[in-house]
């Protein structure tokens, strides 16, 4: 591929306001050479005639939490009733579903991704059934394994044998262009301690991992006060009650080591400024997934004090369960329809840039020297703001320089999820002693 120049009406480089009148330089590797005002960039660069797009040219998109696994669930589990009718609902339509239609519906919706123009995801996943179908069509990003259950001794186990669940299912890992990191699904679902284990450990390793918090109210009436919804819904569901810390929601992430610029937090739809004061303090990664939240809940996650408090949020679909596409720029649109003050390109930001480095990859989500994110453009005449016109535009998202992926091969990404694998059942690194379990726990 030969040195290319792209002479747009519109550059959004994702990490930087729209530049009118701009243009891209791009290697014979992919990587950007120059980014600009036209008339800056193209007299450095003699040799191969610009190519001259009419519309705006910008990165290709991350998503930055979504859960592709679940794609067989579109359009099957009502939303609007709250969390816990939806997740009830979710896992008995699960169990529903064929092992072959779970395939076909990722195949779909990875490719509907490709053609979204999304070039990388933060995809949570419980049987890493996505993997293979996203380094098909060479999307890069993280994986989080995630861990869930609040008998003790038994998610340990879990925790202790998930190199063994990945060689089973993975057995050669696609290379170092998808990372991967075992991670806890929430506290409210995942005993702290077996929490603490994966935080410290994807810490340890030096990558980041991803925790669903502060989703929706009943969450923190569970961990606060064992309470609520969520309680009855264990009782009902599993025949148990667990017996949550009963400490504040954010005290608690902070004790597991939650709150730290490795842990990606997502949702935050229910937190409060002090605790957005927090998580900004702790330089944590944020996604926030607006149109999942309206769905399950009918509630917008708070972005004026996400903004306010200094965060930078990152967008994410969440899943096909609670959402009608995998496409994160139909995040940012709902957002400029119900947040008008916030600057469009702001919200493009989230889309690309944002995302990016929620998910450590400073190659991916801006047109910026060295970066390889991909180039794309969607066309048409934007008189006004062209973060308006990619945010409204229905038009192919057309690919003008493929992004090239990270390269390397991945024989063990897994690590160990501890450093020196315990008994199982054995107290986490870092964790106070355990209690003995109740009568109730033992027979559960």
Not at 315 to 325: E, W
Request: glycine share 8%.
């Amino acid at each position: 591929m030969a040195v290319r120049i792209f002479h747009a009406d519109h550059v959004l480089p994702g990490d930087a306001p729209p530049i009118a009148d701009g243009a891209v330089v791009v290697d014979a590797e992919g990587a950007i050479v120059e980014v600009g005002a036209a008339a800056e960039v193209l007299p450095r660069h003699a040799g191969p005639a610009p190519e001259r797009v009419r519309g705006v040219v910008f990165p290709g998109l991350v998503n930055a939490h979504t859960h592709v696994e679940l794609s067989s669930m579109r359009g099957k589990v009502p939303g609007g009733h709250g969390f816990v009718p939806w997740v009830d609902r979710l896992v008995t339509t699960r169990s529903e579903c064929s092992p072959d239609e779970d395939a076909e519906e990722i195949e779909r919706a990875v490719d509907a991704l490709a053609m979204s123009a999304t070039v990388a995801v933060g995809d949570v996943t419980n049987s890493l059934a996505a993997v293979a179908a996203l380094a098909r069509r060479g999307i890069g990003g993280s994986v989080f394994h995630e861990v869930l259950g609040m008998d003790r001794a038994v998610v340990l186990r879990r925790v202790d044998g998930l190199r063994a669940e990945l060689a089973e299912r993975v057995p050669t890992w696609p290379g170092a262009d998808l990372a991967y990191a075992p991670a806890p699904h929430t506290l409210f679902t995942l005993h702290h301690d077996a929490a603490r284990a994966l935080l410290e450990s994807a810490e340890r390793r030096g990558v980041r991992t991803s925790l669903h918090l502060a989703e929706h109210a009943a969450e923190r009436r569970a961990v606060e006060h064992g309470e609520g919804p969520v309680p009855e819904w264990f009782a009902t569901r599993f025949k148990q009650r667990p017996e949550w810390p009963k400490r504040p929601l954010f005290d608690l992430a902070a004790e597991v080591g939650a709150l730290r610029p490795h842990v990606i937090l997502v949702h935050l739809a229910d937190a409060r400024a002090d605790e957005l004061a927090r998580v900004a303090a702790a330089g944590a990664p944020v996604v926030l997934c607006p149109r999942s939240n309206l769905y399950i809940e009918g509630r917008l996650p708070p972005l004026l004090a996400v903004r306010a408090a200094g965060i930078e949020p990152a967008l994410g679909t969440d899943s096909l369960a609670s959402n009608t596409s995998l496409d994160v720029l139909a995040e940012a649109r709902a957002l400029a329809d119900r947040f008008p003050s916030v600057p469009k390109w702001e919200l493009v930001k989230m889309a690309t840039w944002n995302g990016a480095r929620a998910l450590g990859r400073e190659d991916l989500g801006r047109l910026a020297r060295g970066a390889r994110p991909g180039v794309f453009c969607v066309e048409g005449a934007a008189p006004g703001d062209p973060a308006a016109l990619l945010l409204a535009s229905r038009a192919p998202r057309r690919v003008l320089v493929a992004r090239v992926p990270r390269t390397g091969a991945s024989a063990d990404p897994a690590g160990s999820a501890w450093d020196d694998p315990p008994p199982a059942g054995a107290r986490a690194p870092g964790a106070p002693p355990a209690r003995a379990p109740s009568a109730k726990e033992e027979s559960s």
